[in-house]
């Protein structure tokens, strides 16, 4: 069963895992990155990534705090989520050969961090109530 104090401990380990694979995925030269990755399209790539990253650091807030819905957190994470995938950009222009830094995959890293943090949001008005319930036992 799953532990309430465990949860409130390690709810950013996700979100944390999660920014390592990003940067270990788009820091790869462009011929070590896997097939898969590179049939997709790479704006929705893009909004996927930065989505569910967003989505992560803000449920783990709501763990922290499931009374209410942390707006002004959400968009620091917002905002972090941006400025990270901006800066995986420049490194990926700057560094990692056969690897382009774009301004389109900035804006799908921020369109896709919007997408995550309405999705964050969604999940905390149709569960925060069970998370509330669950977290005090």
């Known amino acids: 069963m799953l532990n309430p104090v465990w949860i409130k ?18 820091l790869l030269p462009s011929d070590d990155v896997p097939g898969q990755l590179k049939e997709m399209s790479d704006q929705l790539l893009h909004a996927l ?5 967003t989505l992560l650091l803000t449920l783990a807030v709501t763990v922290k705090k499931p009374e209410e819905f942390p707006f002004s957190t959400a968009l620091l994470w917002l905002v972090f989520a941006t400025l990270f995938g901006g800066l995986v950009e420049y490194l990926q222009e700057t560094y990692i050969p056969g690897r382009e830094g774009e301004w389109r995959d900035v804006l799908a890293n921020f369109l896709g961090a919007i997408c995550g943090l309405i999705i964050a949001f969604g999940c905390w008005r149709l569960f925060h109530k069970q998370w509330i319930n669950f977290l005090k036992n």
């Open 9 to 26: 401990k390690y709810a950013y380990t996700p979100a944390i895992v999660w920014g390592i694979l990003i940067l270990y995925f788009s």
């Open 49 to 53: 990534i930065y989505g569910g990253l």
